[in-house]
């Protein structure tokens, strides 16, 4: 029989529900960091409790240094990066996932290029080997056949993209927020006609101008310590060189003159209203608060947009408020997907008056709290992982990287807890309060299917040997009212994760009104005892 399982994640019962924010845990990632001689950073944090080590190399290089006519070419060279090197040519991957290496990938930004893995402690040798021979040693292996190969399949993800819906926005989003000039003014993915137009010339310059020893931060979290991380480090990367000296710009923020609204149709479902202002970077303490105002207006079901858009009018079907981080200029962006059928016009009116409301109010006390627990519990479960992208590696990268300081996070946090309704409704004001770009997406025509270049007549595809996978020991009880508790312990992070299962599913239905039984969880959310569903979502909410 089928059994219906309720996921009670929102019952982190973790010591940040909003009435206990005050004795928070501190988060504490401790590390320790040094400078080798060719001006490679480096930050380790040591982690024992699985014999393995993240490995994470950040370059301080994104689509921002792209000079007109090389847009793309950032995300390009990524892909160029993991054809092997002039010592290990082949596929980057085949050795790590020879030792079980997981978390593997690159990743192209506005400001950086990243490469990440996490291996087993007896790999950590091959991985810092790999990464510094494909750093130090890479345009022996970059011809022209694997440059045009891999041109193709960045095309190929370009076309990908621009195929979903609402796909196309971004291009337009991007020359709207930022002018002409701007470093931010194109995509990552960048434009057809420069990728075609990039050669190997531009391989070289590119590889030589940024993938420097000095533009590099190297992050090594887990079954390590500082003495060995210097060890191996000096071993592997000495011999790199620093690179050029680069001019780093630190600031960017453009402010219009006057609003300035676009249409555009696409292949899409409904409209959609996008509405975005240029707001300060992702180091600055004003962009903390614009953090805490976005997930007051809209974070879940409560949060003032939803509410009143998707939940109390029933205008909209989705409503998502936040804050895109970049280094010279964040992205302010309210995004409202609307019901078939629904007036744009009401709907634009109701972003004007809410947004009024908070210029003229702030948030309230109870708003702020949760925004500060949501944020916090988030802080919180990120660092359960040591790597993959979003894990204590990635933390500390981007603290090195954004603000010279590994432990930034700490200072973040600090500045969103002490906020208080006066702080978030000054830098509203101070930014969300300027003129803006909007953009409403239309749809059109039908919907078609896209070619596939799976061949099907080969078969499933294989699948390799899955690892050993290691559990906590599970503790069984039996409460008075018979009620089977499971309990598994764990100490990563300060946060309980409850699951309620229910020995009835679809099988139940039988010889009843089919559907019953998933109507009936549908309505575990929709209130509860006393509370109605606002009041039980505001609750679970609060508890992070």
């Given at each position: 029989m089928k059994r219906t399982t309720t996921l009670l994640a929102g019952l982190s019962a973790s010591l940040l529900a909003t009435t206990a924010l005050a004795q928070m845990p501190d988060i504490d990632v401790s590390y320790?960091?040094?400078?080798?001689?060719n001006g490679l950073r480096v930050v380790v944090h040591e982690d024992r409790k699985a014999p393995i080590v993240a490995v994470s190399m950040w370059y301080g290089v994104g689509s921002k240094d792209e000079p007109e006519g090389k847009t793309g070419f950032a995300h390009l060279f990524e892909h160029l990066m993991f054809n092997g090197s002039e010592n290990a040519p082949g596929e980057f991957f085949d050795p790590f996932e020879k030792v079980g290496a997981t978390g593997m990938n690159g990743t192209t930004w506005l400001d950086r290029t990243n490469y990440f893995e996490t291996v087993p402690t007896p790999a950590l040798d091959?991985?810092?080997?790999?990464?510094?021979?494909?750093?130090?040693?890479?345009?022996?292996?970059?011809?022209?056949?694997?440059?045009?190969?891999?041109?193709?399949?960045?095309?190929n993800e370009k076309r990908q993209g621009d195929n979903n819906p609402y796909g196309m926005a971004q291009y337009r989003l991007q020359y709207g927020v930022f002018p002409k000039g701007h470093p931010y003014n194109h995509s990552t993915i960048g434009s057809m006609a420069d990728l075609d137009a990039a050669s190997l010339e531009d391989v070289k310059s590119w590889f030589n101008q940024y993938y420097g020893a000095a533009n590099t931060i190297l992050v090594l979290a887990g079954d390590i310590d500082t003495a060995t991380a210097k060890q191996k480090v000096?071993?592997?990367?000495?011999d790199i060189k620093a690179g050029p000296s680069l001019p780093h710009m630190k600031s960017?923020?453009?402010?219009?003159?006057?609003?300035?609204?676009?249409?555009?149709?696409?292949?899409?479902?409904?409209?959609?209203?996008?509405?975005?202002?240029?707001?300060?970077?992702?180091?600055t303490q004003d962009k903390a608060m614009l953090d805490l105002a976005a997930s007051v207006l809209g974070s879940g079901k409560n949060s003032r947009f939803y509410k009143e858009l998707v939940y109390d009018r029933e205008i909209a079907t989705n409503v998502s408020v936040n804050v895109q981080a970049h280094a010279l200029a964040s992205i302010f962006s309210i995004t409202v997907t609307a019901k078939k059928g629904a007036d744009l016009t009401e709907i634009e009116t109701a972003i004007d008056r809410i947004t009024a409301e908070f210029f003229a109010k702030g948030p309230t006390r109870s708003e702020l709290a949760r925004a500060k627990t949501k944020i916090n519990a988030s802080a919180v479960r990120g660092l359960e992982s040591i790597g993959g992208f979003g894990g204590k590696a990635v933390t500390l990268a981007q603290g090195a990287l954004y603000a010279g300081d590994p432990?930034?996070?700490?200072?973040?946090?600090?500045?969103?807890?002490?906020?208080?309704?006066?702080?978030?409704?000054?830098?509203?004001?101070?930014w969300v309060g300027k003129p803006y770009y909007q953009l409403q997406v239309l749809p059109f025509g039908a919907y078609k299917t896209a070619k596939s270049d799976v061949d099907r007549s080969t078969g499933i595809p294989?699948?390799?040997?899955?690892?050993?996978?290691?559990?906590?020991?599970?503790?069984?009880?039996?409460l008075d009212n018979g009620l089977k508790l499971v309990f598994a312990e764990r100490h990563a992070v300060p946060v309980v994760e409850i699951a309620l299962q229910f020995d009835a599913g679809y099988g139940a239905d039988q010889g009843n009104k089919l559907g019953t039984s998933s109507f009936a969880m549908s309505l575990l959310d929709e209130g509860a005892g006393k509370l109605s569903a606002l009041e039980l979502s505001g609750e679970l909410e609060s508890l992070g």
């Open positions: 320790d960091s040094f400078t080798m001689p091959m991985a810092l080997w790999m990464e510094s021979d494909r750093m130090g040693h890479l345009l022996g292996v970059i011809d022209q056949k694997v440059l045009d190969e891999q041109r193709g399949v960045v095309q000096a071993k592997y990367f000495s960017w923020v453009p402010v219009k003159n006057e609003t300035i609204r676009e249409v555009m149709t696409d292949q899409v479902p409904q409209a959609r209203i996008y509405r975005q202002w240029a707001v300060p970077g992702r180091t432990g930034f996070y700490k200072t973040r946090l600090k500045w969103l807890n002490e906020a208080d309704s006066k702080s978030v409704q000054y830098a509203f004001r101070q294989a699948v390799g040997e899955l690892p050993d996978l290691t559990f906590p020991t599970v503790q069984e009880a039996t």
